[in-house]
């Protein structure tokens, strides 16, 4: 993949804070995904935007559902980053 240096701009103690946290992979790779996943971020907000335009707004169950399918989903990015795997029958 082609890559190109650029300049930018970032208060100091974040920045402290960013390298420590990206000491391993390098600050190239740490900004470059934040910037993966704050595009994808945006790119969702506009999906939710669109669809509450066209269906209405989520209901206060839809949301529910919506957020504890997201914390299911993060607890199994956190025992699959920590290495935890799942057996057969999905349990970890």
């Not at 190239?28 to 509450?52: H, M, Q």
């Not at 949301?63 to 199994?76: K, V």
Request: hydrophobic residues 40%.
């Amino acid at each position: 993949m082609a890559t190109k240096k650029v300049t930018v701009t970032i208060p100091e103690d974040l920045l402290e804070e960013v390298r420590a946290d990206a000491a391993e992979r390098g600050l190239s790779a740490y900004v470059a995904e934040a910037l993966r996943f704050k595009r994808d971020r945006d790119r969702l907000l506009e999906l939710v935007s669109w669809l509450g335009e066209e269906y209405g707004p989520a209901t206060e169950d839809e949301r529910a559902a919506a957020i504890e399918e997201l914390e299911d989903l993060d607890a199994e990015h956190e025992r699959r980053r920590v290495g935890g795997k799942r057996d057969a029958n999905g349990a970890a």
